[in-house]
Nanobody, 115 residues
Framework: QVQLVESGGGLVQPGGSLRLSCAASGLVVSVYAMGWYRQAPGKQRELVATISSLRFTNYTDSVRGRFTISRDNAKNTVFLQMNSLKPEDTAVYYC?????????WGQGTQVTVSS
């Protein structure tokens, strides 16, 4: 059974940093296209960052230069390092794994950026 478990969310002041983790079981993250998505209240879920099996990365414009997606194959975990956080980054952040027609989602972790 596939499980994606996110952690690392919380409350942080503007300008602060957080590192999100997505620990996978039942699949191998180095084979899948892994991604982070977020959903703010009243808004649609949107792509934040992705990393391919070959470690190619992609970011939405609003986070490029501030966020970094990475992968630790030994830990079978994907990370999202978030720096220079802004109030508009407040959302539930979800991990996603995709391979062919198979897509799996985690349960999400709340990130709140507020003073």
């Amino acid at each position: 059974q596939v499980q994606l478990v996110e952690s690392g969310g919380g409350l942080v002041q503007p300008g602060g940093s957080l590192r999100l983790s997505c620990a996978a079981s039942g699949l191998v993250v180095s084979v899948y296209a892994m991604g982070w998505y977020r959903q703010a209240p009243g808004k649609q879920r949107e792509l934040v960052a992705t990393i391919s099996s070959l470690r190619f990365t992609n970011y939405t414009d609003s986070v490029r230069g501030r966020f970094t997606i990475s992968r630790d194959n030994a830990k079978n975990t994907v990370f999202l390092q978030m720096n220079s956080l802004k109030p508009e980054d407040t959302a539930v952040y979800y991990c996603r794994a995709t391979l062919g027609r198979n897509t799996y989602w985690g349960q999400g972790t709340q990130v709140t950026v507020s003073s």
